[in-house]
């Protein structure tokens, strides 16, 4: 395979994707003096402004299609929304072009150390939580919103730090990415509509890993099974390789922990409500006492201790990162209430989009739950969403392509009440009628937006107003 260049003044780089990652990368390649081919299978009916954005910084763009000439420049980058197994993705490998994504990019353009967490879940509040501890010492950025290589090419003066969320897409690309401190918070069953088996999932996770030094961290989750694996195969040397790609650095980081359940012998775990940390060649130490009512859930609680520990290792004091517990709110579309009415409560928790996230967020209330789930299925097992939902919620609201088959598993599992809901809205006020008093309204689909709305935060964002609308009606009875 040929190299990724280490100067992009005069060279021919191909973009596939032209929505947010790739515009972002034209924008610094094009700056760095690069000559930028930007292609999309979508037609300018479908792309809106974004061609215009993207001749505007002096690249060319081609729509409906891909050409030939998209696998004659000097490296092929793909945004995350690409599959690897797209076909010109794969006869830019066999022919043996460099392909990789704009996270390896970032990397290489980064002067500051990269502290990066991935997982299935946990992965962005963990981020916000560390940045936060951090405070201006970092940046965020990443699959959590800016992207990442912008961020880099920016003003970093006084930032020691820049916190990134990777996915396992922009995982899948990577050559040489090898950040400072890597964490993986767990691997459940997710996007196997676009990973071919669970276990190529957990592979490309753990590629995360696989380019680090000794100078290094690398956290695990031992309380999640796969997490631990991972971590089992870099203690032992055997990440996975991955086709057409370098493979693993020999050695690997320096290797820690964290549980919730039990002590480790090097890493963060929680013992009698205290948060205990033991780094390699210290004293087990006591850190600070659990007390943070903003951060309920015991899914918090875990992503509360990684960010403690990564924060750690990287200088902060136990002072600076109760603090930044203690203030911290709770990311927009993620178990945030959006109001309430009559004794029940309106939670948007739209970023649920497997089956772990949603039994988290229904573990997280005591009272009575009804639930609107449902959406564009990518792959999960809807059979185990149903058995979580008829466990934990008082009734089911289903919207969306899959709830008809959610809640045919729900009610098969003794789920005593369901209805079917067209929009948001009318899921909205069918949810408020079915809940008791006290209760709680829970939007946590268990499947992509795409059916219905633009993404995750659209949808969010349609519930919340839903909920709003219903409470001002209800006002002017």
């Known amino acids: 395979m040929k190299s990724i260049p280490q100067s992009w003044t005069g060279k021919h780089v191909s973009i596939l994707g032209l929505a947010r990652s790739g515009l972002a990368l034209a924008r610094v390649l094009t700056a760095k003096g690069a000559q930028v081919l930007l292609s999309d299978q979508r037609g300018p009916d479908q792309l809106g402004d974004l061609p215009d954005q993207a001749r505007a910084l002096g690249a060319e763009v081609e ?10 420049g000097d490296v092929l980058l793909i945004s995350p929304g690409v599959s690897i197994y797209a076909p010109v993705v794969q006869q830019a490998l066999e022919r043996g072009v460099a392909v990789a994504g704009e996270v390896e990019v970032a990397y290489r353009l980064c002067p500051k150390p990269l502290l990066a967490v991935t997982g299935t879940n946990g992965k962005s509040t963990t981020c916000s939580l560390l940045q936060q501890a951090l405070g201006a ?12 290589v912008s961020e880099v090419s920016g003003d970093l003066t006084g930032v020691d730090f820049v916190v990134a969320e990777i996915s396992s897409f922009q995982l899948e690309t990577v050559h040489s990415f090898g950040p400072h401190l890597a964490m993986l918070t767990n691997v459940t069953a997710d996007h196997l509509d676009r990973h071919r088996t669970m276990e190529e999932y957990v592979e490309s996770k753990a590629r995360l890993f696989a380019y680090q030094t000794a100078d290094d961290w690398a956290i695990f989750n031992t309380d999640d099974p796969e997490a631990r694996r991972v971590g089992e195969w870099l203690a032992q040397g055997k990440l996975p390789l991955w086709p057409h790609y370098p493979p693993p650095r020999p050695g690997g980081a320096k290797l820690l922990h964290y549980s919730v359940l039990h002590e480790v012998e090097h890493g963060a775990w929680l013992q009698d409500g205290w948060f205990w940390v033991r780094l390699p060649g210290e004293e087990a130490r006591q850190v600070l006492r659990w007390q943070f009512p903003n951060l309920p859930g015991p899914h918090n609680l875990s992503n509360a201790l990684a960010a403690c520990l990564a924060a750690l290792c990287v200088g902060a004091s136990s002072q600076q990162i109760e603090h930044s517990f203690t203030n911290y709110h709770r990311m927009h579309h993620r178990l ?3 109001g309430a009415l009559a004794g029940v409560r309106f939670i948007d928790d739209s970023k649920a989009t497997n089956v772990s996230s949603v039994e988290s967020a229904l573990l997280t209330y005591e009272e009575p739950v009804v639930l609107i789930a449902g959406g564009r299925d990518k792959g999960l097992d809807l059979d185990e969403l149903g058995q979580v939902i008829a466990r934990h919620c008082h009734a089911l609201v289903s919207i969306g392509e899959a709830g008809p088959q959610i809640a045919e598993h729900a009610l098969k599992y003794g789920l005593k009440a369901h209805q079917r809901a067209s ?6 006020e069918v949810a408020h009628a079915l ?36 409470m001002e009606k209800m006002e002017e009875r």
């Open 336 to 338: 945030e209430e959006v």
């Open 63 to 72: 729509m409906g299609g891909h050409s030939d000439r998209l696998l004659e």
């Open 423 to 428: 929009s948001m809205e009318e899921a909205v």
């Open 435 to 470: 809940a008791p008093r006290p209760g709680v309204v829970l939007l946590s689909p268990g499947c992509t937006s795409f059916d219905m709305f633009q993404n995750a935060e659209h949808r969010g964002e349609v519930f919340a107003a839903s909920a709003t609308r219903l």
């Open 137 to 148: 010492r970092s940046r965020l950025a990443g699959n959590i919103g800016i992207p990442l």
